[in-house]
T-cell receptor, first 114, second 108 residues
Framework: DAGVIQSPRHEVTEMGQEVTLRCKPI?????LFWYRQTMMRGLELLIY????????DSGMPEDRFSAKMPNASFSTLKIQPSEPRDSAVYFC????????????FGSGTQLSVL | LAKTTQPISMDSYEGQEVNITCSHN???????ITWYQQFPSQGPRFIIQ???TKVTNEVASLFIPADRKSSTLSLPRVSLSDTAVYYC?????????FGKGTRLSVIA
């Protein structure tokens, strides 16, 4: 299995632009998680899905952030408009319902908003 | 949600055994204890999980006392490649919450 695949690996954009991060979970996993990591705040859970349905988005910072999971093999995290404080590494992870504690993470997207 | 406390950082020389202790005083009866490892520029990686007593795999050992209010991750004979951040997590009713972890630096 290729593992969790995220794209792009790096993203540099200017303030005010729309940013879309993509994630392909491991086939057969029914949970998908989006995390954000910064030096100051560590690793924060933004939102998670179960069977493509958003379960908890209380970690999403504000309305500029949105996430979708149109099918079991694809999810997006969108920031519109982006701001410099959104600069961080964004990770996607997936797991199965029977191994809820064992998350498989992607390599992350390093986002820089100038 | 069970909160965990672990040291912010630790240093060790190559070849030594490293023990990282995590406290989780309000762990619930059905909670498992899970440890992750994160190398620079990578996502966290599951390394070990346990409920009580001792668990060992090819990477580490996990010691959990009878009261389960703490746990200790043991890394035998560390090498430079074990330099990473180690997270202790306790499963609750919500998805895994990662704290700041313990930054282990292995010195030659």
């Amino acid at each position: 299995d290729a593992g969790v695949i995220q794209s792009p690996r790096h993203e540099v954009t200017e303030m005010g632009q729309e940013v879309t991060l993509r994630c392909k979970p491991i086939s057969g996993h029914d949970y998908l998680f989006w995390y954000r990591q910064t030096m100051m705040r560590g690793l924060e859970l933004l939102i998670y899905f179960n069977n493509n349905v958003p379960i908890d988005d209380s970690g999403m910072p504000e309305d500029r952030f949105s996430a979708k999971m149109p099918n079991a093999s694809f999810s997006t995290l969108k920031i519109q408009p982006s701001e410099p404080r959104d600069s961080a590494v964004y990770f996607c992870a997936s797991s199965t319902g029977t191994a809820y504690e064992k998350l498989f993470f992607g390599s992350g997207t390093q986002l820089s908003v100038l | 949600l069970a909160k965990t406390t672990q040291p912010i950082s630790m240093d060790s020389y190559e070849g030594q055994e490293v023990n990282i202790t995590c406290s989780h005083n309000n762990i619930a009866t059905n909670d498992y204890i899970t440890w992750y490892q994160q190398f620079p520029s990578q996502g966290p990686r599951f390394i070990i999980q346990g409920y009580k007593t001792k668990v060992t795999n090819e990477v580490a050992s996990l010691f959990i006392p009878a009261d389960r209010k703490s746990s200790t991750l043991s890394l035998p004979r560390v090498s430079l490649s074990d330099t990473a951040v180690y997270y202790c997590l306790v499963k609750g009713n919500t998805p895994l919450v990662f704290g700041k972890g313990t930054r282990l630096s292995v010195i030659a």
